[in-house]
């Protein structure tokens, strides 16, 4: 069965860091990709980063490049987003997932049709 489970959410102020970890079972993060995604207050959901340990790639939004970055810990079977220097507009719940593939394309890699399984969210507010 496959489980997703995100934590380490909190209050931070701007300029400060965070780091989410999410626990995974029932896979492995050999064989799929998996990502963030966050969703704001009166926002849709959008995509912060994703990683292949298959192929090799790790891909991340605009908007986090050079700050956020993704890690995992096979032996621990947790992924990691350090998020430094972080902004007001990083407020939202933040979601970890994995992807039916074990690669995505460039554009559009967080629409809804290329990630099968959702951990349940953890709130990150930054207060200005």
């Not at 489980?3 to 993060?29: D, K, T, Y």
């Not at 959008?46 to 990683?51: A, L, R």
């Not at 995992?72 to 220097?85: E, G, P, V």
């Amino acid at each position: 069965d496959v489980q997703l489970q995100a934590s380490g959410g909190g209050l931070v102020q701007a300029g400060g860091s965070l780091r989410l970890s999410c626990v995974i079972s029932g896979f492995s993060f050999d064989d799929y990709a998996i990502g963030w995604f966050r969703q704001a207050p009166g926002k849709k959901r959008e995509g912060v980063s994703w990683f292949s340990s298959r192929v090799g790639r790790r891909e991340y939004a605009e908007a986090v490049e050079g700050r956020f970055i993704t890690s995992t810990d096979s032996a621990k079977r947790t992924m990691f987003l350090q998020m430094n220097n972080l902004k007001p507009e990083d407020t939202g719940v933040y979601f970890c997932a994995r992807s039916e593939h074990d690669e995505l394309p460039r554009r559009n890699w967080d629409a809804a049709w290329y990630w099968a399984s959702w951990g349940q969210g953890t709130q990150v507010t930054v207060s200005s």
